[in-house]
C-alpha cells in the first residue's frame, strides 16, 4: 500500500511539472520559431508602453529584435496577434482599426527568446 501511495504522488509531481512547462511554453515570446502572418497594432521602444497598448486593443506585445523584421537590433517592441493565414491577420487588423489603433498585415518570424 505504501510503495502504492509513493507512486501516486509521484506520477502527480510529474502531471504537475508537465503542465507548468507546458503552459510556459506556449507564450508566444517563448514559443519556437512563430511565423506567418501577423497583424500590428503599433511598435514602442518601451515595453511597458506596449504592454498598455496591447491591453487595450487585444494583442501580444514581442521583442522585434528576435524578428526578421527589418528593424530588428533596435529595441522596439510589436503589439499585435499572429501568426495566422492572411486572411486571418486582416481580420485581426480590421479588429484593430474599429478599436482605433493604426494596423498592417506582415508576414514575420519571432524566433525564441
Given at each position: 500500500?505504501?510503495?502504492?501511495?509513493?507512486?501516486?504522488?509521484?506520477?502527480?509531481?510529474?502531471?504537475?511539472?508537465?503542465?507548468?512547462?507546458t503552459?510556459?511554453?506556449?507564450?508566444?515570446?517563448?514559443?519556437?520559431?512563430?511565423c506567418?502572418?501577423?497583424?500590428?497594432?503599433?511598435?514602442?521602444?518601451?515595453?511597458?508602453?506596449?504592454?498598455?497598448?496591447?491591453?487595450r486593443?487585444?494583442?501580444?506585445?514581442?521583442?522585434?529584435?528576435?524578428?526578421?523584421?527589418?528593424?530588428?537590433?533596435?529595441?522596439?517592441?510589436?503589439?499585435?496577434?499572429?501568426?495566422?493565414?492572411?486572411?486571418?491577420?486582416?481580420?485581426?487588423?480590421?479588429?484593430?482599426?474599429?478599436?482605433?489603433?493604426?494596423?498592417?498585415?506582415?508576414?514575420?518570424?519571432?524566433?525564441?527568446?
Amino acid at each position: 500500500m505504501k510503495i502504492l501511495a509513493t507512486a501516486a504522488i509521484t506520477l502527480a509531481l510529474a502531471a504537475t511539472a508537465f503542465t507548468a512547462d507546458t503552459v510556459t511554453n506556449t507564450a508566444p515570446a517563448q514559443a519556437a520559431d512563430s511565423c506567418g502572418f501577423f497583424a500590428f497594432a503599433g511598435a514602442y521602444q518601451s515595453r511597458s508602453r506596449a504592454r498598455r497598448q496591447a491591453n487595450r486593443v487585444g494583442g501580444n506585445v514581442w521583442s522585434v529584435d528576435f524578428s526578421n523584421s527589418p528593424n530588428a537590433g533596435q529595441g522596439w517592441w510589436a503589439v499585435g496577434r499572429g501568426p495566422g493565414s492572411r486572411s486571418q491577420a486582416n481580420r485581426w487588423k480590421r479588429q484593430y482599426q474599429n478599436r482605433g489603433a493604426s494596423s498592417y498585415v506582415a508576414n514575420r518570424c519571432f524566433y525564441g527568446e
